[in-house]
Structure formats: structure tokens, C-alpha cells
């Protein structure tokens, strides 16, 4: 009677075990992953911009079927830049997600050089917002995530109104 509690017991124990070292694994992935992407949005410092190109597309129709598209530089004052570094530094990180590359269409995108050599663009394709940047593991090694944020898409939307044959979106 004693061996079958013995066993019992023992089997209980293992269980636990396994349902424990199952249950630490998954916490371990999930702060694993937390930590990449802290790691991946790094806020930046107006100080350490030396130069800001912005840019977008413009679709337009050429008659008879054809189109043209036009990447057209755009002017944004020191006020727009200031607003975009403080929406871009607030994203929180549950709204960054790593990527493996920039997927569609970009329709806009602003382009800032630090003042280190390094550059991260935050780009626009009409549903995501893309960064690239080659200064968080060096210059040569460009990472690319997504990143959320309302104000940052309603400046886009905003920059990008009438881009495509007069209209806001494709159809």
C-alpha cells in the first residue's frame, strides 16, 4: 500500500515538474521576445540628427491606360520633424514587431541621418509603418520592424492625401 502512495506521490511530483519547466520555457520565450523588441526601438535625440529628407509617391495617369509615378521630395518644417520624434520615441513596446523585410509599397517615407553616420527611416506603405534603422547593430546591419502608433499614421495619411490618381487609397 505504502510503494503504491510512493508511486503516486512520485508521478504527482513529475508532474509538476513538467508542467513547471513547460509553464518557465513559454515565460522565457515571451520575455525573450520582450527584450528584442525593447531592444529594437531605441528613441532617438533631435541632437543627433544632421539631416532630414521626407519623400513620397504620386501616382498619375498618362491616358490610355498608362500610368506614371513620381517620387516627389516634401518639405516638412522643424515643428512636423519635432512631432514625429516625440510620437516615434512614445510607441510603446508592445507595438513594435520585428520584421524581416519591408513588405508592398512604400508611399512615404522620411529619412533621418544622425550626426554618427548611422540612419533610420520610418517609411509608409498605407497599412503598416515600417522602420529601418543601421544604428542599433552597427551600420552595416539594417534592422526592419513594424511599429504602431495613430499619430505617426495620420501624419503619413496626412503627407500622402490624393497619392494614387487623385484618391487617398487604392481600390
Do not use: C
Amino acid at each position: 500500500m505504502a510503494n503504491k502512495y510512493l508511486r503516486v506521490s512520485f508521478l504527482l511530483i513529475m508532474i509538476i515538474v513538467a508542467l513547471g519547466s513547460v509553464f518557465g520555457w513559454l515565460k522565457y520565450k515571451e520575455n525573450k521576445n520582450f527584450m528584442i523588441e525593447l531592444l529594437l526601438h531605441k528613441p532617438i535625440s533631435k541632437n543627433d540628427i544632421k539631416d532630414t529628407k521626407a519623400s513620397k509617391v504620386i501616382y498619375k495617369s498618362m491616358g490610355s491606360g498608362m500610368a506614371k509615378v513620381e517620387h516627389v521630395e516634401i518639405n516638412i518644417t522643424e515643428e512636423e520633424i519635432n512631432k514625429l520624434i516625440s510620437w516615434f520615441n512614445s510607441v510603446p513596446v508592445n507595438s513594435v514587431h520585428e520584421v524581416g523585410s519591408v513588405e508592398g509599397s512604400i508611399i512615404a517615407g522620411i529619412v533621418l541621418d544622425m550626426r554618427s553616420g548611422s540612419e533610420v527611416r520610418i517609411q509608409y506603405n498605407s497599412i503598416n509603418i515600417y522602420v529601418t534603422r543601421n544604428d542599433i547593430k552597427g551600420k552595416g546591419i539594417y534592422i526592419k520592424y513594424i511599429i504602431e502608433h495613430d499619430y505617426i499614421r495620420e501624419f503619413f495619411e496626412g503627407l500622402t492625401k490624393g497619392y494614387y490618381f487623385g484618391r487617398d487609397k487604392v481600390a
